[in-house]
C-alpha cells in the first residue's frame, strides 16, 4: 500500500507499507514450514497458487480496504521539488481508504478528476524524478512489452494481447526499487549475514555476442565498463524495440544470491536484497 499526505513547512510524507507476514507466521510453526516447502507462489495463466494457505495471503495478511492492518513502512520525507530529505522504517498499524487497480490510477491521472489527483499527480511526479536519477546513477533501463493469454470457457488460449504499462506501474516499481534499496541499508547494520541480490558486469564472452548482434541490425558498438550503460540506455532510447531489448537483455550476467555483496550492475545500486 502507499500512502501520501502533505505536512507542515511545505512537505510531503510518503509511506510505502507492507504487510508484517510474520506476525502471523512465527517461525518454525507448521505454516512457516509448509511455505518454506512451498518456497514461492506459483502464477499460471488463469490463476495464482499462493505459498501460504488463501486465508492467509488474500484475507489476513492482504493489506485489503477498510480494515486495519499490520505493516512495515518506510516513511519518507519529500519537498515540493521531489527531493527526498529523511526515511525511517518502522512497525505501523495502516488502514487502507481506497483500493485502486493501475487502470484506476492511470484514469485519475488523465482525467485530473477527483479528490485523490493532487496526491496521485505528486506521487507520480516525485517517482518520475527517482527513475531519472536512477538512470543518471548508473541504472539501465529496459523496459519490454509483456503479453498475456486471454482464455476460452475452457481455459484454451485463444488470443494473445500485449499488456499496456501505464505511469501507475512505474510509480509503483520506483517506489519498491527505491524501498529494497533503504532496507538493505538498514538491514546491512543489524544483520551480519544478510543475503542480497547481486548482479555481476557482463563477461567477455557475452559482451563480445552483444556486439556482433547489433551489428546484425546496423547497430555498430564498442563497450567498456566506463560506457557500457549510457550507451545502452541510448540504443533502448533510440531502438524502441523488442527485439533490441531482447539482445541487450541476454547479454546481461544472470543475477543471483549471495552473502557476498558484489552489488547489482544492472540497477546501478550498491545494495539490494
Do not use: Q
Not at 80 to 91: F, G, N, T, V
Not at 105 to 131: A, G, Q
Amino acid at each position: 500500500a502507499i500512502s501520501i499526505r502533505k505536512t507542515k513547512n511545505n512537505l510531503w510524507e510518503i509511506g510505502v507499507h507492507i504487510a508484517d507476514v510474520s506476525f502471523f507466521v512465527k517461525k518454525d510453526s507448521f505454516l512457516d514450514l509448509d511455505s518454506s516447502e512451498r518456497a514461492f507462489s506459483l502464477y499460471l495463466v488463469d490463476r495464482v497458487i499462493p505459498m501460504l494457505p488463501e486465508k492467509i495471503s488474500n484475507k489476513i495478511c492482504s493489506l485489503n480496504e477498510g480494515k486495519d492492518s499490520l505493516c512495515f513502512s518506510l516513511i519518507i520525507k519529500a519537498n515540493k521539488d521531489y527531493e527526498i530529505l529523511s526515511y525511517d522504517i518502522k512497525e505501523t498499524i495502516i488502514n487502507c481508504n481506497k483500493k485502486f487497480s493501475y487502470e484506476e490510477v492511470n484514469e485519475v491521472l488523465l482525467s485530473k478528476k477527483t479528490s485523490f489527483y493532487n496526491d496521485l499527480f505528486f506521487l507520480n511526479s516525485f517517482t518520475k524524478k527517482l527513475k531519472k536519477n536512477r538512470i543518471k546513477k548508473g541504472s539501465i533501463s529496459v523496459e519490454k512489452n509483456e503479453l498475456s493469454f486471454v482464455l476460452n470457457k475452457e481455459k484454451y488460449p485463444i488470443k494473445i494481447i500485449k499488456k499496456e504499462r501505464f505511469d501507475s506501474h512505474f510509480l509503483i516499481e520506483e517506489l519498491m526499487l527505491l524501498t529494497n534499496n533503504y532496507l538493505c541499508v538498514f538491514l546491512k547494520e543489524k544483520i551480519n549475514n544478510l543475503i542480497y541480490r547481486i548482479h555481476d558486469f557482463p563477461s567477455k564472452e557475452k559482451l563480445n555476442s552483444l556486439i556482433i548482434n547489433l551489428k546484425n541490425h546496423n547497430i555498430e558498438e564498442t563497450f567498456n565498463k566506463k560506457n557500457i550503460k549510457n550507451k545502452l540506455n541510448n540504443i533502448i532510447k533510440n531502438y524502441n524495440d523488442d527485439v533490441i531489448k531482447e539482445i541487450i537483455l541476454k547479454s546481461m550476467s544472470k543475477a543471483y544470491y549471495s552473502i557476498n555483496n558484489i552489488g547489482h550492475f544492472g540497477l546501478g545500486f550498491d545494495y539490494y536484497l
